[in-house]
């Protein structure tokens, strides 16, 4: 299945390369890390940032887990403030946890990314957009 999920994201930033003719091939895995870079104004415009506000007493360690077992860890439980993700983390770090492929506002599928940011308190959730336009900057892990 990773392989799987693998291919259709390196499908979707080919495609998305040869629209931009700036975007380089990338293979995005689970553990990987982000960089979130350019933002301009108050907050990034293709990333959400999910910062959860109240926990289940069941915590689970989020470093340990990745894929569907992260969303719905992560999701499944407390509460959450959402918005756009502020520019006051320009310059900060995300593991890649989940990759999935969703309908967002069109019939086309498109490629969305979660990254555990702030030591597993808040989540990151990017649209391929954000590559597109160097809001986050993407390092394959060694």
């Known amino acids: 299945m990773k392989i799987v999920k693998c291919l259709l994201i ?6 998305l390369s040869n629209v931009a003719n700036a975007q ?6 689970l553990g990987d890390t982000i960089y979130f870079d ?10 959400d940032y999910y910062h959860k506000t109240r ?23 407390g509460d959450f403030d959402v918005s756009r993700m502020p520019c006051r983390l ?7 946890k989940h990759i999935m492929r969703v309908n967002i506002d069109s ?8 990254a555990m940011i702030e030591n597993g308190v808040s989540a990151a959730y990017i649209i391929e957009d ?13």
């Open 10 to 15: 390196l499908i979707s930033f080919i495609s």
């Open 90 to 96: 320009s310059g900060k770090f995300g593991i890649i």
């Open 24 to 29: 380089e091939e990338a293979t995005l895995q």
């Open 107 to 114: 019939p086309e599928e498109r490629t969305v990314v979660i």
């Open 55 to 77: 926990f289940e007493t069941d915590t689970i360690n989020m470093d340990s887990l990745n894929d569907w077992a992260f969303y719905n860890a992560f999701f499944g439980k």
């Open 38 to 47: 350019v933002c301009n104004g108050e907050q990034f415009t293709y990333i």
């Open 130 to 142: 954000a590559f597109m336009t160097d809001e986050v900057l993407y390092i394959p892990a060694k």
